[in-house]
Each structure stands twice: as structure tokens, then as C-alpha cells.
């Protein structure tokens, strides 16, 4: 079986208590194409937080400076719906969508102090197929329910030549997080106890992990 390689897309920054780049990821193992997470767009700068992109940050850019069709994308799985992970779906015509029913469910109807992180109709126009809990999409791609940040939360399992990769997008935003011990939670959050054994589990079902806000991932033009 073909491993995944990895392809970190930088679209973007965020600024909450300090910057942190948008990331997306391109995998392919020769075969099958797959986003995980699709990021923000401009508007979203001016609608929902600091947002800002340099040019050639926006996902139409990155595909194709990658010469990559957005048409040829047949797997787009979403971490979770926070609009900075989700918000150019629409690109891809012919891919599948993943992601947690419970994140799903939640998304549509947030408690009124989080709707901010939530677009209501871009959630709804995207065709989903819902997930309970762990489950494997391809060989040698799955995703592991964490929870936690928000309450479907989903890190990506790929297979790669290094082992089994975890990108754990806002689960875990960066590497000083997992480093830490005990591992530390994010400081954005729908259940901590949920959080906590999240990262139990997580630790068992990966070999590295990728994390989701961290300009040291963008050092690399592909992983591992």
C-alpha cells in the first residue's frame, strides 16, 4: 500500500492573543487527493477576527502553485467547523465531505458565546457525510474523535513512511502543547474532561504528530 505524503498549505494568519498562521493540508498517496481542513477566506478578516492574507495565500493560489486541480480533490475532511478550517469548501465539486455528527449537531445550533467561531450557512450548504466517532475513510487514512475544543473535534490519521501521522489541527496548535507533560490542552475549549482523555487516547493511535497553528510546519514544503 502507497504511504501519504503531506503538503502543509500556508493560508494566512490569525491574530487572537498572538499570530498564528491558517494551515491547511494536501495528501496523496499517488491516487486518491485529500484536503484536510480548507481555511479561511478574506472576508472572514472583516466578519469574524484578524484575519489577513498575503498574496498568494488564498487556497486557489496555493492549489495552483501546486499545479493542482481542485477538481481532482475526492476527499475533503474537516477537522471541525470553526470557519478558519472550513470555509473554502465549496472549491472542491467532486470531493466527499467528512465530518462528526456531534460536530455537525453543534455547530448548527452553539451556545450563544461561541457562534462567533461557527458560519451557519456555509455549514449547512456543504453535503456532508456524518461520522460517529473513530473510523477508517481509505486505507491508510482514518479519523480518531477527540473532542474537547469543540464537541466533534476529529484528528487525521494517515499513514505515512515515518508511521502513523496525527494532524491534530486545533486539538493540538502547536508542538509545545504535546511536548509538554502532562500534554497540554488549547486554551479554546467545549469540554475539558472530554479534552483530557482526548489526549489519552490520542497519544496511543500515532506515531508524530502535525500540529495545527505552528509556523515551524511551514518550514516544510512536504512531510514527513
Known sequence: ???F???PLHLGRVIRSEESPVVAFYLTDGKNHVMVDTGGTPADGVSKMPYYQDPG???EEKLAEMYIDPATINIVINSHLHWDHMSNNHLFPNAKFYVQRAEYLYACAPVPTQKWGFDLERIISTDWILLDG???IIDGLSVLFVGGHTPGSQCILVDTEK??????????TKYAQWE???KLAGDIYTNI?????GLKKLEKACDYIIPGHNYEVLKHTVLP
Open 1 to 3: 500500500m502507497a504511504k
Open 5 to 7: 505524503k503531506i503538503y
Open 57 to 59: 495565500q488564498t487556497m
Open 134 to 136: 473513530d473510523e477508517e
Open 163 to 172: 508511521g502513523t501521522c496525527a494532524l491534530t489541527c486545533d486539538f493540538i
Open 180 to 182: 509538554h507533560e502532562p
Open 193 to 197: 474532561i472530554q479534552y483530557y482523555w
